[in-house]
């Protein structure tokens, strides 16, 4: 029965770790499938965890600070779009522009505005009447049921308790497969990367469909910012989303750029995550392992597992590709 509940915690603790990541692979989906690499998912992250701090301490409402991080999200991505679509610039230059700009802008403004070394106030600061971030969700008569063995720990502990985003991730995997694969707009979208002279001739503008698709990413980069700093976190710390972004690209062409792909993988990292946090202080033979080989377990694998067991990724034949049209 102990291993159960451990094996339900390290479940549940994979699913708050996935969420961020699920949200950022499916970012990249919609961009990448229309052409535009994205590499700026980590700059995106960052810039609305930032914002949703910061808005959501100004207001005292995590809302708020939804809103506010989701519409700069969305700036970021117009810029990157601005960038590559308009101006055909290296889609990878023009991504790492954007993180650096955002690494050192989240932390400039964070330290002049709050003169907290870069950081935002606590979210929840009872002193100051303050409690502006996203509490957890729990089901009814989960409190009642949580004692009961197996599925007190299922209904309780795994599947109530979460923030809404966490649901939200969820919930979006299905909803962008079938956008992405059973409407006439994610046909285009993949049309737009594959061969955008041939829908540029159908009378489509490939420009609108790649700037659509870099809005849609920022939306959803920018719940995935919020929900670090607004909910998880309930503050901003410069660099706070510690490379998320690229795992979740990692996780994008690992899963093929599908989206049950990609969430397939987004969970395989949060898995990682969960039992490095879960294995501090372990020993091996005696020996204490080191805090930092623990924690840097799930990008060592993340690499081992993409550079050994995947299988060959196809992307989009026109992704990372400007397209100029041909003059009449």
């Not at 117009?78 to 610039?89: E, I, K, P």
């Not at 990413?217 to 410069?238: D, I, K, M, N, R």
């Not at 930092?292 to 995947?310: D, H, K, N, R, S």
Request: charged share 10%; glycine share 10%; hydrophobic share 55%.
């Amino acid at each position: 029965m102990e291993a159960f509940n451990s094996l339900i915690l390290i479940l549940d603790a994979t699913l708050r770790v996935a969420t961020p990541l699920i949200f950022a692979a499916l970012a990249g989906m919609f961009s990448e499938r229309t052409g535009i690499v994205n590499i700026a998912l980590e700059g995106k992250i960052l810039a609305s965890a930032f914002a949703g701090a910061a808005a959501a301490y100004v207001t005292n409402s995590p809302w708020m600070g939804l809103l506010a991080g989701v519409m700069v999200s969305v700036v970021f991505a117009w810029m990157h779009a601005f960038a590559t679509v308009t101006h055909n610039g290296d889609h990878v230059v023009s991504g790492m522009a954007i993180n650096i700009l955002a690494a050192g802008l989240t932390a400039a403004l964070g330290n002049f505005w709050f003169r907290q070394g870069g950081n935002t106030p606590n979210l929840v600061d009872p002193f100051n009447d303050i409690d502006a971030r996203f509490t957890p969700i729990t089901f009814p008569f989960a409190d009642q049921i949580a004692d009961v063995p197996i599925i007190g720990g299922i209904y309780s502990e795994l599947l109530s308790g979460h923030f809404l985003l966490v649901y939200i991730a969820l919930l979006a995997v299905p909803v962008c497969w079938f956008v992405m694969f059973r409407t006439r707009f994610g046909l285009r979208m993949r049309a737009v990367g594959e061969n955008p002279s041939a829908v540029d001739t159908a009378g489509i503008s490939v420009t609108g469909m790649r700037y659509l698709s870099l809005t849609i990413c920022g939306v959803l980069a920018g719940l995935a910012g919020v929900y670090l700093s607004v909910a998880v976190t309930a503050q901003f710390l410069p660099n706070m989303s510690a490379g998320k972004g690229y795992m979740a690209l990692a996780a994008l062409i690992f899963g093929k750029w599908h989206p049950r792909g990609a969430l397939l993988a987004c969970l395989m990292f949060g898995v990682l995550q969960a039992i490095a946090d879960r294995s501090q202080g372990a020993s091996l033979g005696g020996f204490s392992i080191p805090v930092q080989a623990i924690e840097a377990l799930p990008y060592i694998l993340t690499v081992i597992l993409l550079a050994g067991f995947i299988g060959k990724s196809i992307p989009p034949k026109a992704i990372g590709k400007p397209y100029v049209k041909e003059r009449e």
